[in-house]
């Protein structure tokens, strides 16, 4: 089954907008496999970021990521990648179309709210590199077949 790694940014968290977030790809019908609230070190957040080295914007946003607590987390489900950036929107926020978790809640591009997995590529890395493999539990509802 398909699995993607979701960020709750450390502005989600510092705007109280983690239940939200959270409802959201629950009432979506997808699973939760992974979650943990944690501190990110600045060689994690620069090893995730690593293919943005390069950039203007990169000490920038490992400053930001490293900045306060963030809600890590693995949603499982058919087409959950695609998905899960669907739901979350454009980058910029003011891009972002309302309905989307950007859209509905931010302004600013370096303060997204939301990092999601942007491939099935980046989301097997992203998922090794946040969680090991006994974080992550397998399980299904038992309550109905009509969501997954
Ligand atoms: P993310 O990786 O955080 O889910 O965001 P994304 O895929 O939508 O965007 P990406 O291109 O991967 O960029 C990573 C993060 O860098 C910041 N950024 N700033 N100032 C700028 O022009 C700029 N461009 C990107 C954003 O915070 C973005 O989420
Ligand atoms: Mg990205």
Same mark, same amino acid.
């Given at each position: 089954? #398909?699995?993607?790694?979701?960020?709750?940014?450390?502005?989600?968290?510092?705007? $109280? @907008? =983690?239940?939200? !977030?959270? &409802?959201?790809?629950?009432?979506?019908?997808?699973?939760?496999?992974?979650?943990?609230?944690?501190?990110?070190?600045?060689?994690?957040? #620069?090893?995730?970021?690593?293919?943005?080295?390069?950039?203007?914007?990169?000490? $920038? @946003? =490992?400053?930001? !990521?490293? &900045?306060?607590?963030?809600?890590?987390?693995?949603?499982?489900?058919?087409?959950?990648?695609?998905?899960?950036?669907?739901?979350?929107?454009?980058?910029?926020?003011?891009?972002?179309?309302?309905?989307?978790?950007?859209?509905?809640?931010?302004?600013? !591009?370096?303060?997204?709210?939301?990092?999601?997995?942007?491939?099935?590529?980046?989301?097997?890395?992203?998922?090794?590199?946040?969680?090991?493999?006994?974080?992550?539990?397998?399980?299904?509802?038992?309550?109905?077949?009509?969501?997954?």
């Amino acid at each position: 089954m #398909e699995r993607t790694f979701l960020a709750i940014k450390p502005d989600g968290v510092q705007r $109280g @907008l =983690v239940g939200e !977030i959270i &409802s959201r790809f629950e009432a979506k019908g997808f699973t939760l496999v992974g979650l943990k609230f944690m501190q990110v070190s600045r060689e994690l957040a #620069e090893q995730h970021y690593g293919v943005h080295r390069e950039k203007p914007f990169f000490a $920038g @946003l =490992v400053e930001f !990521i490293t &900045s306060g607590p963030v809600v890590a987390m693995v949603w499982e489900g058919d087409g959950v990648i695609a998905a899960a950036r669907k739901m979350i929107g454009a980058t910029n926020p003011l891009n972002a179309e309302p309905g989307t978790i950007r859209g509905d809640f931010g302004v600013d !591009i370096g303060r997204n709210i939301i990092h999601g997995s942007d491939a099935p590529e980046t989301a097997t890395q992203e998922v090794s590199l946040w969680f090991k493999d006994e974080e992550l539990v397998s399980w299904q509802s038992s309550l109905s077949s009509w969501i997954r």
